[in-house]
């Protein structure tokens, strides 16, 4: 995948987004298979599959409750099984593209913007740094539950909370500080 271009791999996972909410529950499981196949191919192992879903347990859980709730529950597991995909694609894609590659193709699809004086160079900045810190901020939360774990704090949510905005905070500040120390300017 880190072959592709940017843009292919945003199209493919439009693409496979589409495909999976109009296909049936044997084709979402061969695209399932194929992204976790991908996953392989390109030298991440099941760790690193397991590392992106825990991320997202407890939604994928709840979501899955709330849906059996408003239909058959074979029909949950099939809508729970897509957003699991199309989360592990754009898992995978945000592995392997560099954020620099990912913020030219930003400015490229959002270039027409410029006639409506927008700052597209700003809007691509975020738009792939958001991309980007959401399997960090993933792996933050699970580093957090380690460390609660191992000073025996079980699920205390508001501590959770707490550790991560904090950190994540942190985060955000360097990344600010890195941004001002290299000059970047979203000057048009």
């Known amino acids: 995948m880190n072959l592709l271009i940017p843009a292919g791999k945003f199209i493919t996972l439009i693409i496979t987004s589409i495909y999976v909410y109009h296909a049936n529950m044997t084709s979402d499981s061969v695209v399932l298979f194929a992204v976790l196949v991908l996953f392989y191919l390109y030298g991440y192992n099941h760790k690193t599959i397991w590392q992106q879903l825990r991320v997202i347990g407890i939604f994928l859980i709840f979501l899955l409750g709330m849906d059996c709730l408003t239909m058959p529950v074979w029909q949950a597991v099939l809508c729970v099984t897509r957003v ?16 620099s590659l990912t913020m030219v193709m930003f400015e490229k699809l959002l270039a027409p913007l410029r006639l409506f004086k927008i700052n597209v160079k700003a809007f691509a900045l975020i738009f792939a740094m958001s991309l980007r810190f959401i399997p960090l901020v993933g792996s933050l939360i699970q580093q957090i539950r380690e460390a609660q774990k191992a000073r025996s704090i079980e699920r205390d949510m508001l ?26 300017s979203l000057e048009e």
């Open 84 to 99: 699991v995909i199309l989360y592990l694609l754009a898992g995978l894609i945000s592995l392997t593209t560099p954020i």
């Open 159 to 184: 501590s959770l909370l707490q550790a991560s905005f904090v950190n994540i905070l942190k985060m955000q500040n360097a990344v600010a500080e890195a941004i001002e120390a290299r000059g970047f």
